[in-house]
């Protein structure tokens, strides 16, 4: 059985201009439940949506609040987004992640497991963000990435490439991970920092 409809009255739907693509316009449309699950009961009226294949209709994923989901993007399993959050492009949230603020997930990126992105953070490109990880602040994860662990990576901080931040590890300010890098460990990548190539960071730098 469904656990939400569609709204499609003038009241439950805008068109808006899609954050990439010039001169798109997105038609999108308010979801409610139509049945009791999670913390959600039957009438409660969601985030918007643009098409059926964003929202699954199995699980208790949800989108709450101004929260957005459209293109290609899907939100499965207990995946829930909260406030003027958006996932686009061929983006993917599984798991029990939760996606937040003001962040943008795009690209084929994928959040999965309990995961979190706040903020005015951004996941985008082929990146993925698992674990118990954190992703905040303006921080961003792109290309071929993984935040995995309980890292948190905040600040202005860039992770790219093939790099991988994982463990306990905490990447801030206006530092850059990218190449092959791994950061491990309870270590710590700040200011306007570095970390490129095969390297690996696997103690407590400051």
Not at 73 to 93: L, P, T, V
Not at 130 to 142: E, F, L
């Amino acid at each position: 059985m469904n656990k939400y409809r569609i709204l499609t009255d003038d009241d439950n739907t805008i068109v808006i201009d899609h954050p990439q693509k010039l001169d798109k316009k997105l038609t999108l449309h308010r979801i409610q439940a139509i049945k009791d699950f999670s913390n959600v009961k039957k009438g409660d009226i969601g985030g918007w949506i643009e098409r059926e294949s964003n929202l699954s209709q199995d699980g208790s994923c949800w989108i709450y609040d101004e929260a957005k989901q459209f293109d290609n993007s899907k939100r499965r399993e207990e995946a829930c987004s909260f406030g003027d959050s958006m996932s686009f492009g061929h983006s993917i949230q599984s798991g029990h992640s939760t996606q937040s603020g003001h962040s943008i997930q795009s690209g084929h990126s994928a959040q999965a497991e309990d995961s979190t992105q706040t903020g005015y953070s951004t996941q985008k490109e082929d990146s993925t963000q698992t674990g118990y990880s954190t992703q905040t602040g303006y921080s961003t994860q792109k290309e071929d990435s993984v935040q995995k662990g309980y890292s948190v990576q905040k600040g202005y901080s860039v992770q790219k490439g093939y790099s991988v931040q994982k463990e306990d590890s905490t990447q801030t300010g206006y530092s850059t991970q990218e190449g092959y890098s791994v950061q491990e460990g309870y270590s710590v990548q700040e200011g306007y920092s570095t970390q490129e190539g095969y390297s690996v960071q696997e103690r407590e730098l400051r």
